[in-house]
């Protein structure tokens, strides 16, 4: 690399760091605690169609550790037969007042947990009306949403504090921060598929079309908002989306390394490239 180019690269870090700075002052709440207990393994629960093989077929492993879901799980059997310890909502989606798709059967879901759980949503949600008619048994934390990037030691500082993380471009880089603050030393990721572009195709009126499969069946309703959801994207958005979330994978990588933290992805085919693979 050249001298220029290096001139480059740090004012482009300083220029990453002051804004991030900026943007934990102007959007981060306060989160809730981390965790001073060391744990030993949580398998975060994604939604892709792996994970159907993984409950069919690796049931024991999943029942013997704590265990993270996500998103739209509390509609299936196997959220309250696996009971989850920990449950994650990062879209804002699930806090409109105007509820879309299934998002109402999923708090009517998560109104019926009758198992200790932890659910974890974004700070700027704390004065959500869902959150007030959850039962006792449930314990909601906080959690910012604020992407940041720049300096390592800052990211550090910004990161462990709960203030920031790198781009939640999907809802598993929140999850995976979660884990760490919460003391887990392991972290097996499971049903992250990420293969969006296999599924992916552009109609003869240049309509994009992204079909995202989940592990359980999605009904119309949801179908139909996804839908809604893509009808003016085009697909240089996507695919710039798509460098966002993997990208951000390798900043939470390296977050997990600087605090001793192995995370490892034991979906099989996964295109998340930045993780070592195991098996479950």
């Known amino acids: 690399m050249g001298k220029v180019d290096k001139i480059k690269r740090a004012l482009g870090v300083f220029a990453d760091s002051a804004a991030s700075v900026l943007k934990v002052v102007l959007m981060s709440g306060?989160?809730?605690?981390?965790?001073?207990?060391?744990?030993?393994?949580?398998?975060?629960?994604?939604?892709?169609?792996?994970?159907?093989?993984?409950?069919?077929?690796?049931?024991?492993?999943?029942?013997?550790?704590?265990?993270?879901?996500?998103?739209?799980?509390?509609?299936?059997?196997?959220?309250?037969?696996?009971?989850?310890?920990?449950?994650?909502?990062?879209?804002?989606?699930?806090?409109?007042?105007?509820?879309?798709g299934n998002v109402e059967e999923m708090w009517s879901a998560l109104r019926r947990v009758d198992w200790n759980m932890m659910l974890y949503v974004p700070v700027k949600q704390r004065k959500s009306k869902d959150l007030m008619d959850l039962p006792e048994s449930v314990e909601v934390k906080y959690f910012n949403l604020t992407p940041a990037s720049g300096w390592k030691w800052l990211m550090k500082f910004l990161y462990g504090r709960g203030l920031a993380m790198p781009?939640?471009?999907?809802?598993?880089?929140?999850?995976?921060?979660?884990?760490?603050?919460?003391?887990?030393?392991?972290?097996l990721l499971t049903g992250a598929d990420h293969s969006w572009s296999k599924t992916l195709w552009v109609t003869d009126?240049?309509?994009?079309?992204?079909?995202?499969?989940?592990?359980?069946?999605?009904?119309?309703?949801?179908?139909?908002?996804?839908?809604?959801?893509?009808?003016?994207?085009?697909?240089?958005?996507?695919?710039?989306?798509?460098?966002?979330?993997?990208?951000?994978?390798?900043?939470?990588?390296?977050?997990?390394?600087?605090?001793?933290v192995e995370i490892l992805n034991a979906t099989p085919g996964s295109f998340i490239d930045a993780f070592p693979r195991t098996q479950l």
């Open 30 to 100: 306060k989160p809730s605690a981390a965790s001073s207990e060391k744990k030993g393994t949580l398998i975060v629960m994604g939604n892709g169609p792996s994970l159907r093989d993984a409950i069919d077929n690796h049931r024991d492993e999943l029942e013997s550790h704590d265990l993270l879901s996500v998103n739209f799980a509390p509609l299936t059997q196997d959220f309250f037969s696996l009971k989850p310890k920990m449950h994650l909502l990062a879209d804002g989606l699930f806090f409109q007042t105007e509820k879309q």
């Open 167 to 187: 781009r939640p471009r999907n809802v598993l880089v929140p999850s995976l921060m979660t884990a760490i603050r919460e003391g887990y030393s392991r972290i």
């Open 205 to 260: 009126n240049n309509r994009v079309v992204s079909v995202q499969p989940h592990f359980y069946r999605d009904n119309e309703k949801e179908r139909d908002r996804v839908e809604s959801l893509y009808k003016d994207i085009h697909l240089h958005q996507i695919y710039e989306s798509f460098s966002i979330a993997f990208r951000s994978y390798f900043a939470v990588k390296d977050y997990a390394d600087s605090c001793g």
